[in-house]
C-alpha cells in the first residue's frame, strides 16, 4: 500500500468511527486503523473469554467460562456503561445517517433512584409521579409547579419566564424561587438533569434547564424511561458507523499498529507506516491512546466494575434493563454512583444471566471500596471485574499540526458529552459545524 | 396475488476481485461491467423473487470493501438469513478463503442461516484460463458443511438466478426455525424504531418494509 488519502482515522471508538462516517458521506476519502483485532477501542462490547483476557490475571479457559455462564458468543460486555437519550443527539446522528438501518433498539426499562436505603422508580410520567411514595403531597405540588415553569418556557416570551433569568441566576436560586427542598433539588440535579455532582449549583441555571428538557423530551418519546439500548450491546454503535463510511468508500484496516508517525518539515502530520506500507493524509483523526504524548490527564479517574448476576435487581420489578443512580448526597461523597444494568433481552448475556455496570468517579485511594453502596444494591454477584480508566483530553487544538484528538469517555451515564466531542472535533477538522441533514436513501429496487 | 412477503438479509462474503458485486449486479439489474467500482452510498440492495403464493425480498448486503483488509464487522452476518460464499474457480488462494468464510459463519452466524457456496467465472473457462479449483473439491465441502452449490459466471449470467432460487426454495420451510430455533426470542414489542418521531407512547417493532 502507498495510498493517499483526505483523512486518516486511528481507532475504532464510537467518536472516531461517527466522524469517519461523516466525513466520508461528504465525499472525503478516509482510511480508518484499529491496532486491535475487532472494532469499537474502549466502547467495544467484548465476549466473556475476552473479558476475562483482558481483566484477570489468570483467565478462565474457554471451557471453564462456557460451563459456568453458557456459550461465549452469546455474551456482548460493554466496557463502558452508557445509554442513549431518547431525544439526544446521538439519536439525531443515528437517524440522519440511516445508522438505524444497521442497529436495533430498545428502550431501558426504567430509571431508578437510591434514597435512604431504598430504591425508587423515577415517575415517568404524571400518574407515576402522583402515586409515587417518593415526595409528600407538598412537595409534590411544588415540582409540578417547577415542571410547569420548564414546559412553558419560551426564549422570546418573558412573562413565561416568571423573572427568573437563565444566564443570570444560579440553578439554586431557581430552586429557591420553587421552593423545593434539598431531597427534590437531588433528584432533579441528579436524576434529570444527570448531573454527576452538586457544581451546577452555583453555576448558571441555563445548562441544567436544558438537560431538564432533554430528559423531559426523552421520556416522552417511548414512554417508560429516557433511555435506549442497542441489541448486541453497545459495540454495535461504532460498528454501524464503520459500515456507514465503508458503503461510501471508507478503507478499513483492523490489526494493524502503526508504526511511524511522519511529519513535514514544519511539523504537521503527513502521514503513517504500518505493515501494509505508506498511507499520507493532510489530517489525522485519532483516540488518546495513539498520540499519548499529545494529551494530558483531566485529573479524574473513573473506576468501572463489570458483575454478572443471575437475576434481576431487587425492587426495580424484575427489569430487564434500569438505571439505579446513587446520588452523592445518599452516601456522603461528592459524586454520584450509577449502576446500568442489561440482560440477556438485549443479546448481550447468555439465557437468565444479567449484566450491571458500576461507575462513579474515585475520591479516595480505595476506589473498590467506594462502590460497596452498588454492590449492596445488586446481591449475590456471580463474578466481577474491576478496572480504573483515567480520563485523557487533548492538549492542543489540532490546528498546528493538523493532529485532532478525541477525549476519553467520561464517568456520564449518556452519549451527550461525546456527541459534543464529536461536533467540535468535526467543527475543527472542517471549519464548519456539523448540520444534520436527512440524507437521500439510496437503495434501488426493482 | 402474492401476500406473503418474506424479507431476508442475505451477505456476501469472499475474497475481494472474485465477483461479489458483479454477482448481485447481474441478479438485481441483469447487468454486468468489467472493473466495476464498487457501489458507493447503498446500504444494501433489493430484489423480490417469486417462488409460488409466496414473495421473497432479498436485501442484500455487500461487503463494502471491509473485507480488503480482513475487517468486516461481526454486525455485517449478524441476523443474515442467508449467505453467499464466493470464489473465483481460477484462483485456489479464494477457494481456501471461501473454507474460511464458511467455518466463520458456522461458529458466528444465526444456527439455521442458508450459505450457498458459488465457484464464479465459468466464463474465464472460455478464454483459454485454466481451472484451478476442481469442482468436485467444492462439491464436497458443499456436502460435508451442507451448502447449497453453484458454479456461475456473473459475465454471461450463467447460472446466476439460480443461486437465488436455490436460496429461496429453502427459506419458507427455515423460516420457523428462525423464530423458534436460535433462542433469540426478542420481546419485539419494546423494540423501537427511532426514524418514527413519535411524541408519545411506545412504539412497536418497525418493520420498513
Known amino acids: 500500500m502507498d495510498e493517499d488519502y483526505d483523512v486518516i482515522v486511528l481507532g475504532t471508538g464510537l467518536t472516531e468511527c461517527i466522524l469517519s462516517g461523516l466525513l466520508s458521506v461528504e465525499g472525503k476519502k478516509v482510511l480508518h486503523i484499529d491496532r486491535q483485532d475487532h472494532y469499537g477501542g474502549e466502547s467495544a462490547s467484548v465476549t466473556l473469554s475476552q473479558l476475562y483476557g483482558k481483566f484477570k490475571q489468570n483467565p478462565l479457559s474457554k471451557e471453564e467460562i462456557e460451563g459456568r455462564f453458557g456459550r461465549d458468543r452469546d455474551w456482548n460486555v460493554d466496557l463502558i456503561p452508557k445509554f442513549l437519550m431518547a431525544n439526544g443527539e446521538l439519536t439525531n446522528i443515528l437517524v440522519h445517517t440511516d445508522v438505524t438501518r444497521y442497529v436495533e433498539f430498545k428502550q431501558v426499562s426504567g430509571s431508578y433512584v437510591y434514597n435512604k436505603g431504598k430504591v425508587y422508580k423515577v415517575p415517568a410520567n404524571e400518574m407515576e409521579a402522583i402515586s409515587s411514595p417518593f415526595m409528600g403531597i407538598f412537595e409534590k405540588r411544588r415540582m409540578k409547579k417547577f415542571l410547569e415553569w420548564i414546559g412553558d418556557y419560551k426564549e422570546d416570551d418573558i412573562k413565561t419566564h416568571q423573572g427568573l433569568d437563565l444566564d443570570n441566576n444560579t440553578m439554586d436560586e431557581v430552586y429557591y424561587k420553587f421552593g423545593l427542598g434539598s431531597s427534590t433539588k437531588d433528584f432533579i440535579g441528579h436524576a434529570m438533569a444527570l448531573w454527576t455532582n452538586d457544581d451546577y449549583l452555583q ?58 508517525v511522519m511529519y513535514t518539515e514544519d511539523g504537521k502530520f503527513q502521514g503513517i507506516l504500518t505493515k501494509e506500507g505508506t498511507a499520507r493524509a493532510p489530517v489525522v483523526i485519532a483516540d488518546p491512546t495513539y498520540f499519548p504524548e499529545k494529551c494530558q490527564s483531566t485529573g479524574q479517574k473513573v473506576i468501572r466494575a463489570i458483575c454478572i448476576l443471575d437475576h434481576p435487581v431487587a425492587n426495580t420489578s424484575n427489569a430487564d434493563s434500569c438505571q439505579i443512580i446513587i446520588s452523592q448526597s445518599q452516601v456522603g461523597r461528592k459524586n454520584d454512583i450509577y449502576i446500568a444494568v442489561v440482560s440477556d433481552t438485549h443479546h448481550v448475556a447468555s439465557k437468565g444471566h444479567y449484566l450491571a455496570i458500576v461507575s462513579t468517579i474515585i475520591e479516595t485511594d480505595k476506589p473498590h471500596i467506594e462502590l460497596e453502596p452498588a454492590f449492596k444494591i445488586l446481591g449475590n454477584i456471580e463474578e466481577r471485574f ?42 475543527r477538522v472542517t471549519g464548519h459545524p456539523l448540520v444534520l441533514k436527512k440524507r437521500e436513501t439510496v437503495e434501488s429496487e426493482q | 396475488m402474492n401476500s ?12 475481494a476481485a472474485v465477483g461479489k458485486s458483479s454477482i448481485v449486479l447481474r441478479f438485481v439489474s441483469n447487468d454486468f461491467s468489467e472493473n466495476k467500482e464498487p457501489t458507493i452510498g447503498a446500504a444494501f440492495l433489493t430484489q423480490r423473487v417469486n417462488m409460488g403464493n409466496q414473495t421473497i425480498k432479498f436485501e442484500i448486503w455487500d461487503t463494502a470493501g471491509q473485507e480488503r483488509f480482513a475487517s468486516l464487522a461481526p454486525m455485517y452476518y449478524r441476523n443474515a438469513q442467508a449467505a453467499l460464499v464466493v470464489y473465483d474457480i481460477t484462483k485456489p488462494q479464494s477457494f481456501i478463503k471461501a473454507r474460511h468464510w464458511v467455518k466463520e459463519l458456522h461458529e458466528q452466524a444465526s444456527k439455521s442461516i442458508i450459505i450457498a457456496l458459488v465457484g464464479n467465472k465459468l466464463d474465464l473457462l472460455e478464454s483459454d484460463e485454466e481451472r484451478k479449483v476442481a469442482r468436485e473439491e467444492a462439491e464436497s465441502l458443499a456436502q460435508e458443511e451442507g451448502l447449497l452449490f453453484f458454479e456461475t459466471s456473473a459475465k454471461t449470467g450463467d447460472n446466476v438466478n439460480e443461486v437465488f432460487l436455490g436460496i429461496g426454495e429453502k427459506i419458507p420451510l427455515k423460516q420457523q426455525e428462525v423464530q423458534n430455533g436460535n433462542g433469540a426470542s426478542v420481546n419485539e414489542v419494546s423494540r423501537v424504531d427511532l426514524n418514527v418521531a413519535g411524541s408519545s407512547g411506545a412504539n412497536s417493532s418497525g418493520c420498513n418494509c
Open chain 1, 386 to 427: 474491576m478496572g480504573i480508566a483515567e480520563i485523557f483530553e487533548p492538549k492542543e487544538d489540532g490546528s498546528k499540526d493538523n493532529i485532532y484528538l478525541s477525549k476519553s469517555y467520561d464517568a456520564s451515564s449518556h452519549f451527550e458529552s461525546m456527541t459534543d466531542d464529536v461536533k467540535d472535533i468535526y467543527f
Open chain 1, 203 to 260: 453555576q448558571p441555571a441555563r445548562p441544567t434547564f436544558e438537560r431538564i428538557v432533554l430528559y423531559v423530551q426523552s421520556v416522552a418519546r417511548y414512554g417508560k424511561s429516557p433511555y435506549l439500548y442497542p441489541l448486541y450491546g453497545l459495540g454495535e454503535l461504532p460498528q454501524g458507523f464503520t459500515r456507514l463510511s465503508a458503503v461510501f468508500g471508507g478503507t478499513y484496516m483492523l490489526n494493524t499498529p502503526v508504526e511511524k
Open chain 2, 4 to 15: 406473503n412477503v418474506a424479507s431476508i438479509k442475505l451477505v456476501l462474503l469472499g475474497e
